[in-house]
């Protein structure tokens, strides 16, 4: 059965860094589109960050220059490095695999960022 199991959530102050870590019990893992989403309380989820099979990357304007999203095929695992977190990056953090017509999401986990 296909698994995606997200870590690397906690809290953390301003300024302060996170990786997340999203590793896939999925067949063909190269193949896929990894994606980073995120849903702060009352808002919609929105892409945060993606990487293609043959690794191009793109991001929301917030997180540039911040995040960097890479992969490990070999590992089957998908990262999602945090530096200079700001408050209102505070959200369940979810991983997605896609490659058409299969789409799969971890549970998410929650990443807090206050002081």
């Known amino acids: 059965q296909e698994q995606l199991v997200e870590s690397g959530g906690g809290s953390v102050q301003p300024g302060g860094s996170l990786r997340l870590s999203c590793a896939a019990s999925?067949?063909?893992?190269?193949?896929?589109?990894l994606r980073w989403y995120r849903q702060a309380p009352g808002n919609q989820r929105e892409l945060v960050a993606g990487?293609?099979?043959?690794?191009?990357?793109n991001y929301r304007d917030s997180v540039k220059g911040r995040f960097t999203i890479s992969r490990d095929n070999a590992k089957k695992t998908v990262y999602l490095q945090m530096n200079s977190l700001k408050p209102e990056d505070t959200a369940v953090y979810y991983c997605?695999?896609?490659?058409?017509?299969?789409?799969?999401w971890g549970k998410g986990t929650l990443v807090t960022v206050s002081s």
């Open positions: 999925v067949s063909g893992f190269r193949l896929y589109t």
């Open positions: 997605n695999m896609y490659l058409d017509p299969r789409n799969y």
């Open positions: 990487i293609t099979s043959g690794g191009n990357t």
